[in-house]
């Protein structure tokens, strides 16, 4: 079972950036397809944005222009650049890989939007 670990949540202003990654164990990494996932306080977890193992992406429309979601296969790592942060993106981020049937999750990381 692949593991999934994420880092680069925080606390930041609105209009700020950060940059979140997630980085899977095994020698599989590039035939993952990869996203990541936010759950906010009382809601539902939804999907944010998402990479094809061909590295073609999508997103959700209310992150449309300010999130950029990359890989990087050679360190197993997929990243979520988060810029022009609201308050409403506040959120617990999770990092998801999936491969037929096989589907991972991260731990989470927080990221909290506020001035």
């Known amino acids: 079972q692949v593991q999934l670990v994420e880092s680069g949540g925080g606390l930041v202003q609105p209009g700020g950036s950060l940059r979140l990654s997630c980085t899977a164990s095994?020698?599989?990494?590039?035939?993952?397809?990869m996203g990541w996932y936010r759950q906010a306080p009382g809601k539902q977890r939804e999907l944010v944005a998402t990479i094809t193992r061909g590295s073609s992406t999508s997103y959700v429309d209310s992150v449309k222009g300010r999130f950029t979601i990359s890989r990087d296969n050679a360190k197993n790592t997929v990243y979520l650049q988060m810029n022009s942060l609201k308050p409403e993106d506040t959120a617990v981020y999770y990092c998801?890989?999936?491969?037929?049937?096989?589907?991972?999750w991260g731990q989470g990381t927080q990221v909290t939007v506020s001035s």
């Open positions: 998801h890989a999936q491969m037929a049937t096989m589907t991972a």
């Open positions: 095994g020698s599989l990494f590039s035939l993952y397809a």
